[in-house]
């Protein structure tokens, strides 16, 4: 079975630009959830989506945000890039059904925001 | 968040000993927590998870021992081999607010020497 894949793996934007991130679950899996990650602050929930819906949140600004297909790919979106988003993206995946599921990860988006 | 990358803790170890690395969790209530390895470069990978109505599971070269009465989660490498040097993280699943939100920790980088 594939594992989870993220496109595009690097990204070089600037400041104010926006960004889109893409992810693709394991097939099966219902349950996105997305992650930031950086030398400062480790790893950080930004939101978890299933079956097309936001499902929980975290504690980041609305410039984040995301959506889900039918197919269960989700997208994330950042707006109004700064500095401080230069981060790893991560999302992950898991069947959505139990609050007790592993998540699997991908590789991750790297962003570097100039 | 917590600090990774270049000031986390680290756990210096020689091929063939046994490596224990260490977390406190946060919230009493949560009751699944999984260990994650990190390599340079890539997403983290999933080693092993416990439940919270046990105290010890053991994988294959790998055990975790969870106390709850100190909110204390370590992970047991057996035979540690060079390839096992990564970042761990732990994990706890936190409740509130619904399914899979991660809370991770801040990581223990492991350097395995020959």
């Not at chain 1, 599921?101 to 991750?108: A, I, L, W």
């Not at chain 2, 070269?61 to 060079?82: E, F």
């Not at chain 2, 699943?93 to 809370?103: D, V």
């Amino acid at each position: 079975k594939a594992g989870v894949t993220q496109t595009p793996r690097y990204l070089i934007k600037t400041r104010g630009q926006q960004v889109t991130l893409s992810c693709s679950p394991i097939s099966g899996h219902r349950s996105v959830s997305w992650y930031q990650q950086t030398p400062g602050q480790g790893l950080q929930f930004l939101f978890e989506y299933f079956s097309e819906t936001q499902r929980n949140k975290g504690n980041f600004p609305g410039r984040f945000s995301g959506r889900q297909f039918s197919n269960s790919r989700s997208e994330m979106n950042v707006s109004t890039l700064e500095l401080g988003d230069s981060a790893l993206y991560l999302c992950a995946s898991s069947l959505g059904l139990a609050d007790e599921e592993t998540q699997y990860f991908g590789p991750g988006t790297r962003l570097l925001v100039l | 968040g917590e600090s990774v990358g270049l000031h986390l803790p680290t756990l210096s170890v020689q091929e063939g000993d046994n490596s224990i690395i260490n977390c406190a969790y946060s919230n009493s209530a949560s009751d699944y927590f999984i260990w994650y390895k990190q390599e340079s470069g890539k997403g983290p990978q999933f080693i092993i998870d416990i439940r919270s109505n046990m105290d010890k599971r053991q994988g294959q070269r790998v055990t975790v021992l969870l106390n709850k009465t100190v909110k204390h989660l370590s992970l047991q490498i057996a035979a540690t081999q060079p390839g096992d040097s990564a970042v761990y993280f732990c994990a706890e699943n936190a409740l509130s607010g619904g399914y899979n939100k991660l809370i991770f920790g801040a990581g223990t980088r492991l350097a395995v020497h020959p």
